[in-house]
């Protein structure tokens, strides 16, 4: 594994290329004119040494303060690129730490959200039924009014129509009992619970296209999956 070091040519910060990988580091502007897109190579050599080697004659490289073209060095010495010495860092080599954020409690949230309303969707369907029911009560209530030779019976069949009627309607309208205010109060509460656990955003997808992505799409934060 080589890892070169150099000027970015655009930004004037420390390139670092790993395996491929290209990486800036330090301020924009802070890597001197001097110091090459190429300057130098950083060979691993196990133990906790290195090579450092020039990529040009007309680089200059300093370890120590003492110009070098090839060496074998550690992680105590002090690396300087160019005529300015230009001060390099060991830890620019180090990977950059990456903050993640666990959603997979929002898991469960998503599951308790999608069995209450699917609970209440079956509810509401119970309640029409008992609605056309008692439209149904209501409308044998009338015929057994009209109906002959039941006498009295027909007054008692009548009532009791009407009460079950009655029943079936304060069943379905009861503001009490009203889906839509429960199916509302369940939107509500499901959205303050389905969020991002770092910058509190809901999280509008369903948990299964949520866990497809990478990171939350308000704080770009990185999911830990």
Not at 20 to 34: A, I, W
């Amino acid at each position: 594994m080589e890892i070169i070091i150099g000027r970015d040519q655009n930004t004037r910060q420390l390139n670092i290329n790993k395996d491929g990988q290209t990486k800036l580091y330090g301020q924009p502007g802070s890597v001197p004119m001097d110091v090459s897109r190429n300057h130098a190579s950083l060979q691993p050599m196990g133990a906790g040494r290195w090579q450092i080697k020039n990529l040009n004659d007309r680089n200059v490289t300093f370890v120590n303060g003492i110009a070098v073209e090839s060496k074998i060095i550690s992680e105590n010495d002090r690396i300087e690129l160019g005529n300015s010495h230009y001060l390099f860092r060991w830890d620019a080599l180090q990977e950059p730490r990456v903050e993640t954020v666990d959603i997979r409690p929002l898991e469960k949230v998503w599951d308790w959200y999608e069995t209450t309303r699917l609970e209440m969707i079956e509810s509401e369907r119970k309640i029409q039924n008992n609605q056309k029911l008692a439209s149904i009560l209501s409308s044998c209530g009338i015929l057994f009014f009209f109906v002959e030779g039941l006498g009295f019976l027909r007054f008692v069949l009548m009532g009791i129509s009407i009460l079950i009627t009655l029943y079936f309607w304060y069943r379905g309208n009861n503001p009490n009992t009203s889906l839509n205010i429960k199916q509302n109060e369940l939107a509500k509460e499901f959205r303050k619970k389905y969020i991002c656990p770092n910058c509190g955003h809901y999280m509008r997808d369903p948990y299964d296209v949520l866990i497809q992505g990478d990171a939350c799409p308000y704080c770009r934060r990185k999911y830990k999956k």
